[in-house]
T-cell receptor, first 116, second 116 residues
Framework: DAGITQSPRHKVTETGTPVTLRCHQT?????MYWYRQDPGHGLRLIHY???????DKGEVSDGYSVSRSKTEDFLLTLESATSSQTSVYFC???????????????FGPGTRLTVL | GQQLNQSPQSMFIQEGEDVSMNCTSS?????WLWYKQDPGEGPVLLIA?????ELTSNGRLTAQFGITRKDSFLNISASIPSDVGIYFC????????????????FGQGTILTVHP
């Protein structure tokens, strides 16, 4: 258990509304990631963070923004949700061993978002 | 961007049979990871590979890091019903300056069904 929680776990919203998803970790990991999962595409990186206030874009960042004001929380915001953003969203942290980051990632339980 | 081709897309096997799946890439990776995802949950790490040619086992699972660094293989021996799920490969390459921030590229997934 990597100590990752996501909220909400399910959300239904309407096109054009803002939506914020939260990822919370309890183990002080430096690196955090947001992915979306769609059939036939596997998981695709949206944004990632390598420290407080340090974030960068991933492969599919258009329409999304992120913020990390403290180590334990990484927020993903859809400023104006569209139907193409209906997906399952996963947060992940980069593993560590003996205080050193490793190349493994551990995932949260996911948030299922439906945009009508 | 980088792409991983994972095959097969789906497999239907009888309990007790062995399973093989693989991922190939047009570019080199320095780390290969294999994950399993159960319905409604996040991916769970099965095996991590860090060195070309490396062969690593985890119970009935065996994975190999291809010698060209462009492919990886996962084998499951003597399958059981709880092996059902989606299996993902993921690769990490070093970016400019030798750093990657841990970003992963995922394959599309292999859906495994095991008939008792």
């Amino acid at each position: 258990d990597a100590g990752i929680t996501q909220s909400p776990r399910h959300k239904v919203t309407e096109t054009g509304t803002p939506v914020t998803l939260r990822c919370h970790q309890t183990e002080n990991h430096r690196y955090m990631y947001w992915y979306r999962q769609d059939p036939g595409h596997g998981l695709r990186l949206i944004h990632y963070s390598y420290g407080v206030k340090d974030t960068d874009k991933g492969e599919v960042s258009d329409g999304y923004s992120v913020s990390r004001s403290k180590t334990e929380d990484f927020l993903l915001t859809l400023e104006s949700a569209t139907s193409s953003q209906t997906s399952v969203y996963f947060c992940a942290i980069r593993g560590s061993s003996g205080g050193v980051s490793t190349d493994t990632q551990y995932f949260g339980p996911g948030t299922r978002l439906t945009v009508l | 961007g980088q792409q991983l081709n994972q095959s097969p897309q789906s497999m239907f096997i009888q309990e007790g049979e062995d399973v093989s799946m693989n991922c190939t890439s047009s570019s080199i990776f320095n780390t290969w990871l294999w994950y399993k995802q159960d319905p409604g949950e996040g991916p769970v790490l099965l095996i991590a590979l860090y060195k070309a040619g490396e062969l690593t086992s985890n119970g009935r699972l065996t994975a190999q890091f291809g010698i060209t660094r462009k492919d990886s293989f996962l084998n499951i021996s003597a399958s059981i019903p709880s092996d059902v799920g989606i299996y993902f490969c993921a690769g990490q390459s070093l970016g400019a300056g030798g750093t990657s921030y841990g970003k992963l590229t995922f394959g599309q997934g292999t859906i495994l069904t095991v008939h008792p």
